[in-house]
């Protein structure tokens, strides 16, 4: 289980989280729902070891991620919304690049990269230069970098912003299949019926605090 307890966090007077506690089970695909300026980005960078909260604290089985950089980096893979300034590398480049930032190189590397270029679907992608790609197949990308150290927990910042419809249930597919692989999947959107229709567990907070959290038939009959 990640465990979200107390956690706080402002940006000069301006409070972003306020005391924020969530459950999200082990082997849950969870939406963290909220309007804009709700404090998701903030939650979500805070359990990805990107900033560090204010007070409070972020357990992933009674392991903590905020006062062990390394624990968050091994069990988390957070999904970056872009691939950054790797604009003249293929797909397969990009890929074994980053596996050799974890110590993958030669066979191992290669191996690696084709397996998780099949897992999200772009096998047939492989020569591509990034530029090439769509925005869900960046995405995709990103989604496979964020794979190659075997993390526990997979992360996405507001994962259906600026897709396609196409791209879009690609993107469910992909989630829903991660998550029937094992990995506890945790996406934010402002939108309540876009999480609703693929995860299991839903945490919607406003203001910086939790409104309400539970399973997704518990959160639909009270809402
Ligand atoms: P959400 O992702 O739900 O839109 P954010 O976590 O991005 O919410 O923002 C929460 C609140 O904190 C908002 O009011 C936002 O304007 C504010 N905020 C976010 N980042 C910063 C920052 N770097 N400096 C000042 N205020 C910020
Ligand atoms: P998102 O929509 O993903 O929540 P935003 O568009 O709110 O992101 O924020 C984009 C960037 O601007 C983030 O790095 C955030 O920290 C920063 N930011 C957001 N609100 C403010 C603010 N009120 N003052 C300063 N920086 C902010």
């Known amino acids: 289980m990640l465990e979200i307890k107390n956690v706080s966090k402002s940006y000069g007077r ?5 005391n924020l506690c969530l459950n999200i089970p082990e ?4 939406g963290l729902v909220g309007p804009n300026g709700a404090g998701k980005t903030t939650a979500i960078k805070i359990i990805s070891g990107i900033i560090y909260p ?9 392991i903590s991620l905020v006062k062990e950089e390394k624990n968050s980096k091994e069990i988390v893979g ?6 950054g300034i790797y604009d003249d590398m293929t797909v397969f480049e990009y890929m074994t690049f980053f596996a050799s930032t974890y110590g993958l190189t ?3 590397a290669r191996k690696k990269a084709e397996i998780l270029l099949e897992q999200v679907g772009m096998t047939d992608k492989r020569d591509f230069y990034l530029n090439e790609l769509s925005r ?11 794979l190659i150290h075997d ?3 997979i992360i996405m910042d507001e994962p259906a912003s600026g897709l396609d419809p196409r791209a879009r249930y690609e993107l469910k597919e992909l989630l829903q299949e991660l998550n029937a692989g094992g990995k506890t999947v945790l996406l934010s959107s402002h939108i ?5 229709e693929i995860c299991t567990d839903i945490g919607i907070i406003e203001g910086g605090r939790k409104i309400i959290s539970g399973s997704v038939e518990e959160i639909l009959d009270k809402v």
């Open 14 to 18: 301006h409070t972003a989280l306020s």
């Open 27 to 30: 082997g849950a695909l969870y």
């Open 54 to 62: 204010d007070k409070g604290d972020i357990l992933f089985n009674n």
């Open 78 to 83: 957070y999904v970056p919304d872009v691939l």
């Open 106 to 108: 030669g066979y191992v």
């Open 136 to 146: 869900g197949m960046q995405q995709k990308l990103c989604v496979a970098r964020a």
């Open 151 to 153: 993390p526990a927990l």
């Open 192 to 196: 309540l019926s876009e999480v609703s």
